[in-house]
């Protein structure tokens, strides 16, 4: 079973914390910019960065 | 004033450009990570989420562009010509087959011609000197 070098485990965290702060903020500017199409861009770009903590939550759990 | 308590807000221009600098920051993040990993499967997850990052940076930069909140100045014109011509008689100089046969025998000493450096002094000269 392939297990996680210390540098992955690091990186990982690290891409975590990024995208993390990235969600909190979209999901702020999605109800705070005035022009919709902003309001949409923040709204999707909360969308994705949700999922981008999923997926790296699900690879960090299947290597470790 | 701004940035006086209570009366401070965030433009949709500020807005959108953290989403286009968060997203740069991001790719940057995930080519590293991709780079340190020794996993074939983690390093297919990474690549492929900083293609996707790669593509919401290329819309929120339409979005700014759009807007005309992020200006794309076109290249100086004379200076693409001498970069076009140094490289190009460069490679004309190494021929297909590599540099074997030309060695020794590079052309250009200098990259760029004398007369445009003293048009355009670098970075770290004041353009508007005596």
Known sequence: ?64 | MDNQAGTFRLTDRDILTDLLLTAKQLIGAYGLAERESTHPQLRSTLHQLANEEEQYHAQAFQAMHQRGWYETPLADSSLAQQIVALWSSKLQAYGPYGAQQTAGQIPFAQPYAPQYTQQNPGYNQPYNQP
Request: aromatic content about 6%.
């Open chain 1, 1 to 64: 079973m392939a297990r996680l070098t210390q540098m992955e485990l690091l990186q990982i965290n690290e891409l975590l914390r990024a995208e993390e702060l990235a969600w909190r903020k979209c999901e702020y500017y999605g109800q705070y910019a005035q022009d919709p199409q902003v309001r949409q861009m923040a709204q999707q770009g909360a969308q994705h960065h949700r999922q981008h903590m999923q997926t790296l939550m699900s690879q960090l759990q299947s290597l470790s």
